[in-house]
């Protein structure tokens, strides 16, 4: 019944209960998961566990906290990775400039290799953009890609508009249910529900009334809570609808469950 779009089930903090805390969110409701690399050897485990679960997808790519040592080798093992079935997003690629753990012409750089990468093995991209909204939708635009997510959106109503009229669609997460998340509460009750999905991105991010804990995908209830009180739609129909937005997503190429 829900449909994770961002997890990182590769996480040390799994390391203890990964296994079964997988077959207990399956047996939850969660059908789909799409584990999201951030890294090569992150990119690899996601690969790994999409060959372990039939319900599991696997994003391939390098966050901009990691670019700074990616090279052309990276970009030539992402390609040969996305050929592979399970394979249905490259990211999370992007923009991070809260942290700026990798320098920004670095950043920029890679994050444009790699929508050229995702543009040529035509995959839907997973973005991650952290104080750098403009930069991102620039960049993006000046691509030829046009379809993936904007992942943990954290822009205002109007750069949400300026994204699904490009084509993309707004991931939104624990942070809707937050105090001080008010931007993004605003930003849900301006767009469709047809242009929103539903991510946990699990270890991190848990939604309150869990806040602070280690996340799982079983919390996606409270997201989908949140936006069900915000749209005035039953859950059932948000967790449905998001559903069907995500497989639009990663499904173009290769059939998700
Ligand atoms: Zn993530």
Same mark, same amino acid.
Request: with cysteine; hydrophobic share 40%.
């Given at each position: 019944m829900y449909f994770e779009s961002h997890a990182h089930y590769d996480d040390a903090k799994f390391d203890e209960n990964r296994d079964i805390l997988i077959e207990e969110t399956h047996a939850f409701g969660v059908d789909t998961i799409i584990n999201i690399g951030a890294d090569m050897e992150s990119s690899q485990k996601s690969i790994e566990l999409s060959e372990r679960y039939p319900y599991i997808y696997a994003a391939v790519g390098v966050h901009p906290h990691d670019?700074?040592?990616?090279t052309d080798k990276d970009i030539e093992k992402l390609r040969e990775w996305s050929r592979? &079935?399970?394979?249905v997003a490259i990211g999370e690629i992007g923009l991070d400039?809260?942290?700026?753990?990798? *320098?920004r012409d670095s950043q920029r750089y890679w994050f444009e290799r790699q929508l050229a990468l995702a543009w040529e093995v035509e995959l839907p991209v997973v973005i991650h953009s952290r104080e750098a909204t403009q930069e991102t939708f620039d960049i993006i635009k000046a691509s030829n890609v046009r379809r993936g997510v904007i992942h943990a959106f954290s822009g205002s109503v109007d750069f949400a508009r300026r994204y699904i009229d490009m084509g993309f669609y707004i991931g939104v997460g624990?942070?809707?249910?937050?105090? =001080?998340g008010r931007k993004l509460v605003e930003v849900v009750q301006e767009? *469709?529900? &047809?242009r929103i999905l539903i991510e946990t991105d699990s270890p991190y991010? +848990? *939604?309150? *009334?869990?806040?602070?804990t280690v996340n799982? +995908?079983? =919390?996606l209830k409270y997201i989908v809570e949140k936006i069900s009180d915000i749209k005035q739609i039953s859950p059932q129909k948000v967790a449905k609808i998001t559903s069907e937005n995500a497989k639009v997503v990663f499904c173009n190429k290769k059939v998700v469950a």
């Amino acid at each position: 019944m829900y449909f994770e779009s961002h997890a990182h089930y590769d996480d040390a903090k799994f390391d203890e209960n990964r296994d079964i805390l997988i077959e207990e969110t399956h047996a939850f409701g969660v059908d789909t998961i799409i584990n999201i690399g951030a890294d090569m050897e992150s990119s690899q485990k996601s690969i790994e566990l999409s060959e372990r679960y039939p319900y599991i997808y696997a994003a391939v790519g390098v966050h901009p906290h990691d670019v700074k040592d990616m090279t052309d080798k990276d970009i030539e093992k992402l390609r040969e990775w996305s050929r592979l &079935e399970k394979v249905v997003a490259i990211g999370e690629i992007g923009l991070d400039y809260h942290y700026d753990l990798s *320098p920004r012409d670095s950043q920029r750089y890679w994050f444009e290799r790699q929508l050229a990468l995702a543009w040529e093995v035509e995959l839907p991209v997973v973005i991650h953009s952290r104080e750098a909204t403009q930069e991102t939708f620039d960049i993006i635009k000046a691509s030829n890609v046009r379809r993936g997510v904007i992942h943990a959106f954290s822009g205002s109503v109007d750069f949400a508009r300026r994204y699904i009229d490009m084509g993309f669609y707004i991931g939104v997460g624990g942070v809707v249910t937050f105090k =001080n998340g008010r931007k993004l509460v605003e930003v849900v009750q301006e767009i *469709p529900l &047809e242009r929103i999905l539903i991510e946990t991105d699990s270890p991190y991010l +848990s *939604p309150e *009334p869990v806040r602070g804990t280690v996340n799982n +995908s079983q =919390n996606l209830k409270y997201i989908v809570e949140k936006i069900s009180d915000i749209k005035q739609i039953s859950p059932q129909k948000v967790a449905k609808i998001t559903s069907e937005n995500a497989k639009v997503v990663f499904c173009n190429k290769k059939v998700v469950a």
